[in-house]
């Protein structure tokens, strides 16, 4: 029998759901590369490309379901890269295996989904958190340290923007109703999480337009402005048809914060500049794999009973204001 001092040593035995592009390129070699995780095993439909894509994995064992991966014996926690309409379903069906998940963002396609999840996940006593990897990247880290120690001064104006040209891709699943797809669902999410982390509380009221073009089934591109009270404001847009471009600026009343690459910098030295009265700060970052990060900070949460550094109560307030942003839109949601 293993002692509590060698089971709380003892790497995490993870197993992941699906041979989705972000799983098999960033999320699966952070935990194969982490200090305190093991990929143990994979399900997918197609076993034999699966094989061939985590290769960088030898020993991984590859299941031919996705069952079969939540009810290993040997299996603590799933990471779930599922398309947007099938995280509630396995999400829930891997936390009453007594496993714990950490899934793709967003949680969920409603709120309401989101707190059957934040249910389940009490009932069972498994750890749930969404997967917003730039939240354990050491800029944006300081950059909520500068915020809140007042660097800057009342923050009053969050602009936030995220999109890529999807156009080369008509079959791809974020342009699918049925996946729960959409530019908001898949990178305005990051812009809308931003804005909650840096002001600490979900927008009171939001204003927004998506378009949708005649022969799509999700919309393209969403604008919107989040008020906060009290004169404070969030400005976002999310678009699959702009090209690829990420930038955030936090105003503040005595200066501002510029994040050139808030949300998917790569493993490359990246910049956060501080513009103050008279004084340019230039705060450089080496180079971190944030993916890595953020497993290995799940994996001690279970190991030592750490708390979550991203609440559900964060995230369901997430999900409540993207579907503010839909019905102001006027944009159904879900699409039926």
């Given at each position: 029998?293993?002692?509590?001092?060698?089971?709380?040593?003892?790497?995490?035995r993870w197993g992941v759901l699906s041979a989705a592009?972000?799983?098999?390129?960033?999320?699966?070699?952070?935990?194969?590369?982490?200090?305190?995780?093991?990929?143990?095993?994979?399900?997918?439909?197609?076993?034999?490309?699966?094989?061939?894509?985590?290769?960088?994995?030898?020993?991984?064992?590859?299941?031919?379901?996705?069952?079969?991966?939540?009810?290993?014996?040997?299996?603590?926690a799933i990471y779930i890269p599922l398309p947007n309409?099938?995280?509630?379903?396995?999400?829930?069906?891997?936390?009453?295996?007594?496993?714990?998940?950490?899934?793709?963002?967003?949680?969920?396609?409603?709120?309401?989904?989101?707190?059957?999840?934040?249910?389940?996940?009490?009932?069972?006593?498994?750890?749930?958190?969404?997967?917003?990897?730039?939240?354990?990247?050491?800029?944006?880290?300081?950059?909520?340290?500068?915020?809140?120690?007042?660097?800057?001064?009342?923050?009053?104006?969050?602009?936030?923007?995220?999109?890529?040209?999807?156009?080369?891709?008509?079959?791809?699943?974020?342009?699918?109703?049925?996946?729960?797809?959409?530019?908001?669902?898949?990178?305005?999410?990051?812009?809308?999480?931003?804005?909650?982390?840096?002001?600490?509380?979900?927008?009171?009221?939001?204003?927004?337009?998506?378009?949708?073009?005649?022969?799509?089934?999700?919309?393209?591109?969403?604008?919107?402005?989040?008020?906060?009270?009290?004169?404070?404001?969030?400005?976002?847009?999310?678009?699959?048809?702009?090209?690829?471009?990420?930038?955030?600026?936090?105003?503040?009343?005595?200066?501002?914060?510029?994040?050139?690459?808030?949300?998917?910098?790569?493993?490359?030295?990246?910049?956060?500049?501080?513009?103050?009265?008279?004084?340019?700060?230039?705060?450089?970052?080496?180079?971190?794999?944030?993916?890595?990060?953020?497993?290995?900070?799940?994996?001690?949460?279970?190991?030592?009973?750490?708390?979550?550094?991203?609440?559900?109560?964060?995230?369901?307030?997430?999900?409540?204001?993207?579907?503010?942003?839909?019905?102001?839109?006027?944009?159904?949601?879900?699409?039926?």
């Amino acid at each position: 029998m293993q002692s509590n001092e060698t089971v709380l040593h003892a790497p995490v035995r993870w197993g992941v759901l699906s041979a989705a592009n972000i799983g098999v390129k960033r999320v699966a070699p952070a935990i194969h590369s982490s200090s305190n995780g093991r990929l143990v095993a994979v399900g997918s439909r197609n076993p034999i490309r699966a094989r061939e894509l985590f290769a960088f994995a030898p020993d991984v064992h590859i299941y031919e379901d996705y069952d079969s991966v939540i009810n290993d014996p040997e299996i603590e926690a799933i990471y779930i890269p599922l398309p947007n309409s099938l995280h509630a379903e396995w999400t829930i069906k891997t936390l009453k295996a007594g496993k714990h998940v950490l899934c793709e963002k967003p949680l969920a396609v409603t709120a309401e989904q989101g707190l059957i999840m934040a249910q389940a996940a009490r009932d069972t006593g498994m750890l749930l958190m969404e997967a917003f990897m730039y939240r354990f990247h050491p800029q944006t880290v300081w950059v909520l340290e500068q915020v809140a120690a007042g660097r800057i001064g009342e923050v009053k104006l969050i602009r936030a923007s995220f999109s890529f040209n999807i156009g080369s891709r008509p079959h791809d699943i974020r342009l699918q109703a049925a996946l729960a797809g959409g530019s908001l669902m898949d990178v305005g999410c990051y812009p809308i999480n931003l804005c909650r982390a840096v002001y600490g509380y979900a927008p009171v009221a939001v204003g927004a337009r998506v378009y949708t073009p005649a022969e799509g089934e999700v919309e393209r591109y969403a604008s919107t402005v989040l008020d906060f009270d009290e004169g404070c404001f969030g400005l976002i847009d999310s678009s699959f048809e702009l090209p690829t471009r990420q930038v955030a600026e936090i105003i503040g009343e005595n200066g501002m914060i510029t994040i050139p690459l808030p949300f998917t910098p790569g493993h490359i030295e990246t910049m956060v500049i501080l513009a103050l009265e008279g004084q340019t700060i230039q705060q450089r970052f080496a180079p971190v794999d944030q993916y890595r990060l953020e497993v290995e900070h799940f994996a001690n949460c279970i190991r030592f009973g750490h708390q979550l550094y991203l609440s559900l109560e964060e995230t369901i307030e997430n999900l409540v204001t993207i579907e503010a942003i839909y019905q102001s839109a006027s944009y159904p949601w879900p699409i039926k």
